[in-house]
């Protein structure tokens, strides 16, 4: 076997590799809530606007919303578009807030593969001691260069029914 040939061989299973790898994720899959159409394709896949929802793995009580950009196309029916960094974030206290385990400023909450090879968006946790109040942040991250697109949201631990509220710092690792 030709040196060029081993090296197109090489490639081609190394594409197969990260096209079979599930997404790295921290949480389990968000739940599709709904989607709008932005852009009208005639053979192929609109492009859209898409709405998920995801409960915190770590803190029950805590859902967040997102919604972001999904390609249409020929690219997008073949997820291998690279998806737009525009993303938003909306978290809600939806019950009593309970703390599974502990966890670090900045840790994942969710992760997902946004491009086949170099982009990916991210939910991290955060916790603002002084006001006890939650704090996510989704960016997305490119290999190269990154991005400055990005969106926050916080929800402040307040009692539920008699139970008294927790302090987010005392489950800060």
């Not at 029916?77 to 670090?104: H, N, T």
């Not at 593969?113 to 939650?134: A, P, T, Y």
């Not at 704090?135 to 949201?153: F, M, R």
Request: charged residues 20%; contains cysteine; hydrophobic residues 40%.
């Amino acid at each position: 076997m030709g040196r060029s040939l081993k090296s197109l061989v090489g490639l081609v299973a190394l594409g197969a590799t990260l096209l079979a790898a599930p997404a790295a994720s921290a949480s389990d899959d968000p739940d599709f809530i709904f989607d709008r159409s932005t852009v009208w394709h005639m053979l192929t896949p609109d492009a859209k606007l898409a709405v998920y929802a995801i409960d915190d793995p770590v803190v029950d009580g805590v859902a967040c919303h997102f919604t972001l950009p999904e390609q249409g196309g020929v690219a997008g029916m073949f997820g291998v578009a690279e998806e737009v960094s525009d993303i938003s974030l909306a978290c809600r206290q939806i019950g009593p807030i309970s703390f599974k385990e502990k966890f670090e400023q900045g840790s994942d909450m969710y992760r997902q593969r946004r491009s086949l090879f170099f982009k990916k968006m991210q939910i991290v946790r955060g916790c603002d001691v002084k006001r006890n109040v939650l704090v996510y942040l989704v960016y997305s991250d490119k290999l190269i260069e990154g991005s400055p697109k990005n969106s926050t949201s916080t929800v402040p631990i307040m009692p539920w029914g008699t139970a008294p509220a927790p302090k987010c710092a005392d489950w800060l690792d």
